[in-house]
């Protein structure tokens, strides 16, 4: 117990993690190569968009100049870059991944867990946050947003659950997902204005530095960028997955239907909707959700998944199955595509079969069977006093 006690220690991981953010940033920023165009990609898109959003230049055009491939978030998003945009190029970059590590950090301890149960989580999750840091994207803290909706909605503040909803949604439009966990909360009302309010003025913020006319383009130009890109299928979502291993072709829409149905069945079970157990598990298969059904899905965005699976082994009663089981799926997706399984196998074998894909379907899949076949019950970690 005493060597638990050392590495379940939040100010051991907490160095972890900070030593580990500032050495990734350092290696795929300046180490990678800081001249070199694709090493900080990402971040040059991020603060690029403040600039162009405040000279009244399209915010999803090309500009080889500055970046290569597209800037894909809404125009709040562009404003809100704007402190990592006045930032020396390789601060913003450190800035901008502790910003992203440290909310998912506090968004993790924040959850009616026990500190154990917490430090599993943040253990457990650290691999594929590296591979987000790396990439300097945003899905971290996108997760973290999503988690902090649930903790609100816990304590009794619908208000700033709205807040949380917001703010993801200004991100990536799933990052909005946590709407969903009102369905266990009575403070309805209070909670759908607060979001009505936080939305409008999110929606509107970028008036701050551009027109109103001006405004209005980027969000047209948003939307058309939005629904051209629906209809695609990329990287490693389900719809590729299925398409290639099995050749199903049916359009996006269809099958995030299906993944709708499937993730929202258990919330049939109202009689569970005051077990806490349930709404953490049901968090963990949310995130694993929108990791698979987003047509999108790549590499960085798996931290969403795997964040999943480590919150729903900690929310129920620990059983060995389940223990393996997680251990499994969560390794498997993290190491699949590291420098663990050998460069020729992964550019043969694992990336053209989607295998970090795999994993999050079956995990996703138990999950939803231990939401539809397990009643109440209470985790030996789950407790409502943080340590």
């Not at 058309?224 to 979502?237: G, I, P």
């Not at 909707?273 to 949310?286: Q, V």
């Not at 965005?301 to 480590?310: D, H, R």
């Amino acid at each position: 117990m005493g060597r638990f006690r050392l590495i379940g220690d939040f100010r051991i991981i907490a160095a972890v993690y900070a030593v580990t953010t500032l050495i990734a940033s350092w290696h795929k920023y300046v180490g990678g190569g800081g001249n070199n165009l694709r090493s900080g990609n990402n971040l040059r898109i991020f603060r690029s968009s403040f600039v162009n959003l405040v000279n009244g230049r399209d915010l999803y055009g090309l500009y080889p100049e500055q970046y290569w491939d597209h800037f894909n978030y809404s125009p709040t998003f562009a404003l809100l870059m704007a402190p990592f945009a006045w930032l020396p190029e390789f601060a913003s970059a450190l800035f901008w991944n502790f910003c992203n590590v440290f909310a998912l950090f506090a968004a993790v301890c924040a959850l009616s867990l026990d500190g154990r149960a917490r430090a599993i989580v943040l253990w457990l999750v650290g691999i594929e946050l590296l591979t987000s840091i790396q990439n300097f994207q945003s899905n971290a803290l996108v997760a973290a947003l999503i988690i902090a909706t649930l903790v609100s909605f816990e304590r009794g503040r619908p208000e700033l659950a709205a807040v949380f909803v917001a703010l993801g949604a200004a991100i990536k439009i799933f990052g909005g997902a946590g709407a969903l966990f009102i369905i266990f909360y009575p403070q309805k009302r209070r909670f759908l204005v607060a979001a009505l309010i936080a939305t409008v003025i999110l929606f509107l913020l970028p008036l701050i530095v551009t027109s109103f006319a001006q405004l209005h383009l980027q969000y047209q130009s948003w939307f058309a960028v939005l629904k051209a890109d629906y209809f695609t299928r990329h990287n490693l979502s389900i719809m590729n997955w299925l398409h290639t291993w099995f050749g199903l072709t049916s359009p996006n829409p269809l099958f995030q239907f299906v993944g709708a149905a499937i993730l929202l069945l258990p919330l049939l079970r109202r009689d569970c909707y005051a077990d806490r157990s349930f709404r953490l598990r049901f968090l963990g298969s949310l995130l694993v959700f929108l990791l698979l059904l987003n047509h999108r899905a790549e590499s960085p965005a798996f931290i969403l998944a795997v964040a999943g699976v480590a919150i729903w082994y900690v929310a129920a009663e620990t059983h060995l199955w389940r223990t393996v089981f997680a251990l499994s799926v969560v390794f498997a997706t993290s190491l699949v595509d590291t420098d663990v399984v050998p460069p020729h196998i992964r550019q043969s074998v694992v990336t053209p079969l989607l295998l970090k894909t795999f994993p999050c379907v079956i995990a996703w899949l138990v999950m939803q069977i231990d939401l539809l076949g397990t009643g109440r019950q209470k985790s030996p970690l789950t407790s409502l006093q943080s340590d």
